[in-house]
């Protein structure tokens, strides 16, 4: 005769009891480290003791100045929105293509700089602008009219 698990209510009880004695893991896996120098730390879910989701947190590397500095690989992981951490060359190639995004911006705004001091903005037409919108000698009043015309 096979051994039937038992339906009474205090065997229930007794291997839950037996079961919450069981040592707990209170210290975290470690699972990376980002290029600030945060370290990210999990203990994975346990259904079998009535955990569904994984616990994930990181430590700040400098905790008494942490001016909340993530990657968003290590957030998405953190909330939960990534199954798997970002790996090494993933974080290499969003920094790489990040400087790259600086390198253009910084060449864009020198570049629109220069273009700023060749054009200079319309002059006022002085004395016609007494409403609420400014009037320009380049732009028209009345549309279809040539501006130059009176």
Not at 17 to 24: G, Y
């Amino acid at each position: 005769m096979a051994n039937k698990p038992s339906r009474d209510i205090l065997g229930i009880i007794w291997k839950n009891f037996c079961k919450s004695l069981r040592p707990r893991q209170f210290r975290g896996n470690y699972i990376g480290e980002d290029y600030f120098g945060n370290k990210y730390f999990e203990i994975p879910a346990n259904p079998a003791i009535g955990k569904r989701k994984a616990s994930r947190w990181f430590e700040p590397a400098d905790k008494d100045a942490f001016d909340n500095e993530l990657t968003a690989e290590w957030e998405a992981w953190l909330r939960g929105r990534r199954v798997d951490p970002p790996t090494r060359e993933e974080l290499v190639k969003n920094l790489q293509i990040m400087d790259m995004k600086k390198r253009n911006a910084a060449e864009l705004d020198a570049q629109y700089a220069k273009g700023k001091d060749d054009k200079a903005l319309p002059k006022q037409v002085e004395g016609e602008s007494i409403g609420t919108y400014p009037k320009y000698k380049e732009y028209e009043i009345v549309p279809g009219k040539d501006p130059t015309e009176k």
